[in-house]
């Protein structure tokens, strides 16, 4: 039972990036799903989540409008980064919890990947 995520990279301020990470051993179905993120020396930060029934979704405020987590199957999901910004450099974890409700801690989560480094900078 893991995640894997992928597609991190190195961008300019104003770049696009889409991450995306997969489901080996489990399937996302009745999983909230999400994004974190973590910069050294500081807590991890959440930026981006599915509820397990996937009828809403939910964004730090700083990346509202500018990103966008989907659930593209049963095994996939991805977070698109638009617009990024020099603050949205960090290692980007996803993670699931089964029918989780918290979704804002990263305590309620029982499945992470291992992390991709996003870069901005010009």
């Known amino acids: 039972v893991q995640l894997q995520a992928s597609g991190g990279g190195l961008l300019q301020p104003g770049g696009s990036l889409t991450l995306s990470c997969a489901a080996s051993g489990f399937t996302l179905d009745d999983h909230a799903i999400g994004w974190f993120r973590q910069v050294p020396g500081k807590e991890r930060e959440f930026v981006a989540a599915?509820?397990?029934?996937?009828?809403?979704s939910f964004y730090e405020r700083a990346v509202e409008g500018r990103f966008t987590i989907s659930r593209t199957n049963a095994k996939t999901m991805t977070l698109q980064m638009d617009s990024l910004k020099p603050e949205d450099a960090a290692v980007y974890f996803c993670?699931?919890?089964?029918?989780?409700?918290?979704?804002?801690?990263?305590?309620?989560?029982?499945?992470w990947g291992q992390g991709t480094q996003v870069t901005v900078s010009s």
């Open positions: 993670t699931a919890g089964w029918r989780t409700s918290w979704l804002r801690s990263w305590t309620s989560y029982d499945c």
């Open positions: 599915i509820e397990w029934s996937g009828k809403s």
